[in-house]
Nanobody, 121 residues
Framework: QVQLVESGGGLVQAGGSLRLSCAAS????????MGWYRQAPGKQREVVAD???????NYADFVKGRFTISRDNAKNTMYLQMNSLEPEDTAVYYC???????????????WGQGIQVTVSS
């Protein structure tokens, strides 16, 4: 079984920083794209940033210059460094990964359970 577990969330004041981690575990052959999503109360889930296994990154406009996504392929772990946090960044943050767990089958998407990030003004 493949599992994604997020950590590093919490409460921070506006202007502060947090670093989220997402660790993939289980029977993993390869991991392609990994990404962070977030969902604020009453809003739809939206993509924050993603990163390929080769290190190519994409960011949503609202986090450019403030957030940095990275990954350690040897550890099957992805990170999100969040700086200059704003109250509008308050949301549940989800880890997503396209993982191949068996060489006989195609990759599929997996999601973490989500972690709360709260930014106070």
């Amino acid at each position: 079984q493949v599992q994604l577990v997020e950590s590093g969330g919490g409460l921070v004041q506006a202007g502060g920083s947090l670093r989220l981690s997402c660790a993939a575990s289980g029977s993993i052959v390869s991991i392609n794209v990994m990404g962070w999503y977030r969902q604020a109360p009453g809003k739809q889930r939206e993509v924050v940033a993603d990163i390929t296994s080769g290190g190519n990154t994409n960011y949503a406009d609202f986090v450019k210059g403030r957030f940095t996504i990275s990954r350690d392929n040897a550890k099957n772990t992805m990170y999100l460094q969040m700086n200059s946090l704003e109250p509008e960044d308050t949301a549940v943050y989800y880890c997503n990964a396209e993982i191949r767990w068996n060489r006989l089958f195609a990759s599929r998407d997996y999601w973490g359970q989500g972690i709360q990030v709260t930014v106070s003004s």
